[in-house]
């Protein structure tokens, strides 16, 4: 008895053992063929070796994969392999059988193992992820009937869900690629610098405008904090946005110069924002650049072409002033005059002869200007006499004032100069007709020429209005004009001055102005005795 | 003696001023000049004095002529009526509607023809 009951027991754990050894080793093939699967990244390989595999175990003729379209649900043929030709098993296949088969989920063997006329056996193997149906296998084999076994139908299953994770993993792979290489295309297309950074400044995105606009050589690799990237102001901009931003949530865009390579330099706008995960926890910051240098040379030149419509009505002005007072009086010396009234004609002559010459101040300026601007301006040096020129000029001006003084204060031996003596005049006749313009309520012109070292030094004192002192340093400018609507409604070109300071430069010399607002200005021009 | 039609000319150019009391003095008008627009307001308001019209220049320092204008029109005087030719060398139109609208009467540019000048002069008061 006690035999007998040992022999079963042994019996019983043999066939356990064997059982569980054949299990494990079921297991062991399970997870060596998901692995195969599962470790394929791209769909033709995942497809290629899952059929590889079933044909291992059954020896098909032929295996043929539908896939269903992710978006669309239709099916279409993925993969074939073996001799059977895919239309034939489209016509061989009704959709109802396969609807039937997706929903058991199961490997299902349609040929009917009694029928003698049977020459193959087909079947059809869901490929189902837990998520959605992927597609199903179609096999076929030879007439085998002893190869199909419970066994088989569990290896298949399971092959088929690895390989319907698998497909997915891979649709969900190629899905981040596809928008990895959409985002980095639209970052790149974007003109803005772009770059994200974590909270411990390491740079995690950046496009290629912003390594052109921050000078960097090439991307950094992920994680690099920002600090080894930038220097200088921009560093420090970067940190004092940082902070700002965590602290606030907002920042105004800031403007940085910066120069990204050598001799290059530009106006940076940054502005940040902070990045968020999906619980809206902050995870980084991103910093947009924006090189500023366009929008300036925009503003730039739309001021320029504003000060030139500006210029062409003060032009105009300037011109119809002395026009109409000599039309004005021509008109009636021709008209009213009586001819013997000589004291009068005279008179009206010499108002005409002195208007004549301010509209010839005018039109050499023009012209000076034309010749600057075409790089035509040339100097005719000889010697001249500084103090000949002063009183030649304010002679002229004399003539014609009658409620500001023009005071004259020479030094003893003034040396000749080597100059341009038109040019000369025309400075003096600028200036000093500006220190009574800008006396509109009279005054007193001052004139000191004196000699320093290799130089004479010559300054024109106004008791005028003054000169703003934010506007000082653009006065030589080209069409500037003061604003002086609020006080005194003072006409001019905006020429003068800036022909003024070229014909100074020109004759390597150097002009300055100084001014008090309500007490008047002093402009100093300094010319070297001998010619450079 | 016949009686002698005053005509206020304010204008900041010296010039301009002399011809224009040369000319209208010429053709039987009383001149008086104003070098500003403050100066200008007193003597037309001034009770001592009548004048029948206005000839006024824009761009002056201190006031400028639409301001004169509209000073003039807006005031309770019985002068606010009276009539003002706007005389400049801004040939920009909107000056030309920016006189009209406050109340300018007509409108010459410099350089101008006294004629034409005188016509509208004689428009008014001839």
């Known amino acids: ?532 | 003696m016949k009686y002698k039609k005053t005509i206020l000319i304010i204008d900041d150019m010296k010039h301009i001023r002399d011809i224009l009391w040369f000319s209208l003095k010429h053709e039987g008008y009383k001149p008086i000049l104003m070098e500003n627009g403050p100066k200008g307001l007193e003597y037309l308001f001034d009770k001592k004095n009548h004048v029948e019209l206005i000839i006024l220049d824009v761009m002056m320092p201190e006031m400028d002529g639409f301001e004169v204008l509209e000073k003039i029109r807006t005031s309770n005087d019985p002068a606010s009526k009276t009539p003002v030719i706007m005389l400049t060398a801004k040939a920009q139109k909107d000056d030309v509607i920016k006189g009209m609208k406050r109340g300018a009467n007509g409108y010459i540019l410099k350089p101008y023809k006294f004629t034409d000048v005188l016509a509208k002069v004689e428009n008014f008061i001839g």
């Open chain 1, 1 to 532: 008895m006690k035999t007998t009951s040992l022999a079963k027991d042994r019996q019983f754990l043999t066939r356990t053992i064997s059982s569980l050894t054949d299990q494990v080793d079921l297991f062991e093939t399970f997870q060596d063929l998901s692995l195969k699967i599962i470790s394929r990244f791209d769909l033709d390989n995942i497809l290629k070796t899952f059929c590889v595999i079933i044909n291992e175990l059954m020896n098909y003729q032929s295996a043929t994969i539908f896939l269903f379209q992710e978006d669309r649900g239709k099916v279409y043929n993925a993969f074939q392999k073996g001799t059977v030709k895919k239309q034939d098993i489209k016509m061989l296949l009704d959709e109802k059988i396969i609807n039937w088969v997706m929903g058991k989920g199961k490997w299902t063997v349609i040929t009917d193992f009694q029928d003698e006329k049977a020459k193959h056996i087909i079947s059809i193997l869901p490929i189902k992820s837990p998520v959605r149906p992927v597609g199903y296998m179609v096999i076929i084999t030879d007439f085998e009937p002893s190869i199909y076994n419970r066994k088989l139908g569990s290896i298949l299953n399971f092959l088929a869900s690895q390989t319907a994770i698998a497909i997915e993993n891979q649709n969900l792979y190629a899905r981040i690629n596809n928008s990895n290489v959409y985002m980095t295309n639209m970052l790149e297309s974007i003109s803005n610098g772009i770059m994200a950074i974590d909270m411990n400044g390491g740079v995690t995105l950046i496009n290629t405008n912003a390594t052109a606009i921050l000078g960097i050589k090439e991307k950094p690799p992920a994680g690099r904090h920002y600090k080894h990237l930038v220097k200088g102001n921009l560093k420090q901009e970067l940190d004092k946005l940082f902070s700002a931003i965590i602290d606030k949530g907002f920042v105004n865009e800031s403007m940085v110069n910066h120069s990204p390579y050598k001799e290059v330099n530009i106006i940076v706008g940054i502005t940040a924002s902070l990045l968020t995960d999906s619980n809206k926890r902050i995870i980084g910051i991103i910093f947009i650049f924006r090189d500023m240098s366009a929008s300036k040379e925009i503003e730039r030149l739309t001021k320029l072409d504003k000060m030139k419509s500006e210029f062409v009505s003060n032009v105009s002005h300037e011109l119809r002033t002395p026009l109409s007072v000599i039309k004005a009086y021509s008109e009636a010396l021709l008209t009213q005059v009586e001819p013997e009234d000589h004291n009068t004609r005279e008179q009206f002559l010499s108002v005409i002869d002195n208007e004549t010459d301010r509209l010839g101040t005018i039109v050499s300026n023009l012209l000076d200007l034309s010749r600057i601007e075409s790089g035509k301006f040339a100097l005719d040096y000889t010697a001249v006499s500084l103090k000949d020129i002063v009183n030649s000029v304010i002679s002229v001006f004399k003539s014609k004032l009658d409620n500001i003084d023009i005071l004259t204060d020479f030094e003893k031996d003034l040396p000749m100069i080597e100059a341009d003596e038109e040019k000369i005049r025309e400075v003096l006749i600028n200036l000093i007709a500006n220190g009574i313009k800008f006396s509109p309520m009279g005054g007193t012109v001052n004139i000191v020429v004196e000699q320093q070292e290799s130089l004479v030094a010559c300054s024109i004192s106004d008791t005028g209005i003054g000169i703003p002192e934010d506007k000082i340093s653009h006065i030589f400018e080209k069409f500037f004009r003061v604003d002086n609507s609020d006080t005194y409604k003072i006409e001019g070109t905006g020429l003068g001055l800036s022909i003024v300071k070229h014909i100074i430069d020109s004759h390597k010399g150097e002009i300055t102005v100084d001014s008090i607002m309500g007490k008047g200005s002093v402009f100093t021009f300094y010319l070297p005795l001998k010619r450079s």
